[in-house]
């Protein structure tokens, strides 16, 4: 029997980040840190061109070079490199993605246009999306924070979905 599609969403063993820094303070290097403190067990996989380790973490150019299969793509840079990495994400049979980055649709003009091409990559690729210009997803008890807020979220049995980033940032303050 198949998995229920979400499933590498929701419960991923393995996550690329797309853009991981060791820049203090960049949105990728806020996303490898909150995932290891959160304890992911998973494979989790840095992805840039512009280094070769991020951290305690080897560091790809590309999801290909990586050699694993990925569950989850987390992806947190400029706008205009999305739908390319989106492609990359479907060539290598990743078939989940988180979208942090902004710069797409709420921005207008060349925004709603990098926003089209997204959703046609995402289709084309067979890639799920949640975003663009989202926080991310936390989930606690499996050690997984995708998100770029510096609030560590605890265990616990509330749930929260939102729309608004600004609410979920001003409830995990």
């Known amino acids: 029997m198949d998995r229920n599609p979400l499933f590498g969403l929701f419960n991923p063993r393995s996550v690329a980040v797309f853009g991981a820094s060791p820049r203090p303070g960049s949105v990728g290097a ?5 995932m290891q403190r959160a304890g992911f067990e998973g494979d ?3 992805i840039n061109p512009k280094h070769r380790v991020v951290g305690d973490i080897a560091c790809h150019p590309t999801l290909a070079a ?3 299969p990925i569950d989850l793509a987390v992806i947190a840079t400029p706008a205009a490199t999305v739908p390319g990495i989106i492609q990359q994400c479907g060539d290598s049979g990743t078939r989940n993605a988180i979208v942090l980055s902004a710069g797409f649709g709420e921005g207008g003009g060349a925004g709603a246009e990098l926003a089209s091409a997204l ?4 289709r084309r690729a067979a890639v799920r999306v949640l975003g663009p210009n989202c926080v991310g997803m936390v989930r606690p008890w499996l050690g997984m924070d995708t998100t770029f807020l510096r609030a560590e979220t605890p265990r616990g049995r509330l749930a929260l979905v939102s729309q608004s980033g600004a609410l979920v940032s001003a409830i995990a303050d």
């Open 119 to 122: 959703a046609l990559a995402a």
């Open 30 to 34: 806020r996303v490898l840190a909150n």
């Open 44 to 46: 989790l996989i840095a």
């Open 66 to 68: 990586a050699g694993k």
